[in-house]
């Protein structure tokens, strides 16, 4: 009855010279999200990435344990020394993630231009 | 939808009933988007009953029926004059104390479950929560409100 949740990283470069892992995202991100987004992100080599894109453009539907699996995604960016910056949500689960305080801790942006361009 | 003769109509009721089978909660929050709609409400307000639902119906599926496909969740939607009513049943105890609201500091620094956050979001983004225990032990259910015209705050 979910959709299943596709992944896939882009290595990007930001203006200002670093490289940037865009993990993209696309389909529902529930409980049954875990190996996409957990998965995904801990396939990233921890020595070189230090900017993590989300790409939240192609997702439709978040709900409380797909928020959890971004929660711990952050939490092991934090022990990692990376910066994690997210884009695409709607109006709404721009709200959702800013009222459970994730914008703290992963800035969020309407774009991808416009989070580049911040990094 | 049911509905009665305008004379007597105090609520038009729409039910659905679901398995116990994680994903269904979309059933019921699509049909609560149709009734919002129907009724009125801004897309915004929409997108909060959806997500409020949604969470509602995950929780009666986790914890009140513990993800038993044998037991179902019912889903009672009532749209009266002033706003849409969903009630979310299942055959659990109940609850017997509100968790906590979560704290996103205590949670990446590993003090607290990355989880539950779904009764947080609930009461953030409706008008009126309550939790109701069934009086047998069973046909608990969570109640939510939306009013079409919420007071200025």
Redesign the interface.
């Given at each position: 009855?979910?959709s299943e949740t596709k992944s896939r990283v882009d290595q990007i470069t930001s203006p200002a010279g670093h490289p940037v892992s865009v993990l993209r995202f696309e389909g529902d991100i529930?409980?049954?999200s875990k190996e996409a987004v957990l998965g995904t992100y801990q396939a990233l080599p921890k020595q070189t990435t230090k900017l993590i894109l989300l790409d939240f453009s192609k997702v439709d539907?978040i709900?409380?344990?797909g928020?959890?699996?971004v929660?711990?995604l952050?939490?092991e960016a934090?022990n990692s020394g990376q910066k994690v910056f997210a884009y695409g949500l709607?109006?709404?689960f721009t709200k959702?993630f800013t009222?459970?305080?994730?914008t703290?801790?992963a800035g969020l942006f309407p774009s991808q231009q416009e989070a580049v361009a911040a990094l | 939808m049911s509905g009665a003769s305008p004379a007597k109509a105090k609520a038009t009721t729409v039910e659905v009933r679901l398995p116990s089978r994680l994903g269904y909660e979309k059933v019921a929050m699509s049909t609560a988007a149709a009734v919002a709609k129907l009724m009125g409400f801004r897309e915004d307000r929409v997108e909060d009953l959806k997500t409020a639902v949604a969470e509602a119906c995950i929780n009666a599926m986790e914890h009140g029926n513990r993800l038993n496909e044998g037991l179902s969740v019912g889903v009672v939607l009532s749209a009266g004059p002033e706003g849409l009513e969903v009630k979310v049943i299942d055959d659990g105890k109940g609850l017997k104390t509100l968790p906590p609201k979560p704290d996103i500091d205590r949670k990446i620094h590993g003090e607290e479950d990355p989880r539950g956050m779904g009764m947080f979001l609930i009461q953030a983004l409706v008008d009126e929560a309550e939790w109701v225990a069934g009086a047998n032990g069973k046909a608990s259910y969570v109640r939510l409100v939306i009013r079409l015209d919420p007071p200025s705050q």
């Open positions: 009855m979910q529930a409980s049954t539907y709900n409380s344990s928020i959890a699996l929660i711990q952050l939490i934090a709607s109006p709404h959702v009222m459970v305080g994730i703290k801790y | -």
